[in-house]
T-cell receptor, first 116, second 114 residues
């Protein structure tokens, strides 16, 4: 079956702009989690959606937001981009309400965002 | 609350040598433990997972890990390193009361010398 698909793979944006990243989970997976990965901070949890509801949110400013659609696809949006937002953004899907913490996530290949 | 500590942000081994990557966790409830591998500009791929069935867990690519409750450890090993094992490795912990969240360690970059 198809894996987790993230689009686009690479993105270059200018400070102050906004960006939307997309994630399509594995078919049947209803939970989507987002992580930001940087060399200095490692993997940091952004938020998790299950059945179109945000269930958990990490410690990020309100410029970072997300949503999930009825087909489980998810988007995350970053407004007013800053240089420090340059990172690899990873999406992970899991089965059911607790599948991620019990069985693990399946990750997409990520979106590499560069802010200039 | 859960946390994961990976000792050694960089580990270097010679090809054919033993690989040992260390992971210690903290969890107030029985944990589920995972090792992931990440190649450059890729997402994380699940290597193996401990979900209380057996303390010695075998994963893909010849890796295995042993859950030691008394030491709160879940170290990753491979008897003989290959050049293709060069990557970053992440240990993660989950639990029944963590919602759907995994907590990741800081990662260990494995370098394999010819």
């Amino acid at each position: 079956k198809a894996g987790v698909t993230q689009t686009p793979r690479y993105l270059i944006k200018t400070r102050g702009q906004q960006v939307t990243l997309s994630c399509s989970p594995i078919s049947g997976h209803r939970s989507v989690s987002w992580y930001q990965q940087t060399p200095g901070q490692g993997l940091q949890f952004l938020f998790e959606y299950f059945s179109e509801t945000q269930r958990n949110k990490g410690n990020f400013p309100g410029r970072f937001s997300g949503r999930q659609f009825s087909n489980s696809r998810s988007e995350m949006n970053v407004s007013t981009l800053e240089l420090g937002d340059s990172a690899l953004y990873l999406c992970a899907s899991s089965l059911g309400q607790t599948g991620g913490s019990i069985y693990g996530y399946t990750f997409g290949s990520g979106t590499r965002l560069t802010v200039v | 609350a859960q946390s994961v500590t990976q000792l050694g942000s960089h580990v270097s081994v010679s090809e054919g040598a033993l690989v040992l990557l260390r992971c210690n966790y903290s969890s107030s409830v029985p944990p589920y433990l995972f090792w992931y591998v990440q190649y450059p500009n890729q997402g994380l791929q699940l290597l193996l997972k401990y979900t209380s069935a057996a303390t010695l867990v075998k994963g893909i690519n010849g890796f295995e890990a042993e859950f030691k409750k008394s030491e709160t450890s879940f170290h990753l090993t491979k008897p003989s390193a290959h050049m293709s094992d060069a990557a970053e490795y992440f240990c993660a912990v989950g639990s029944d009361n963590a919602g759907n969240m995994l907590t990741f360690g800081g990662g260990t970059r494995l370098m394999v010398k010819p």
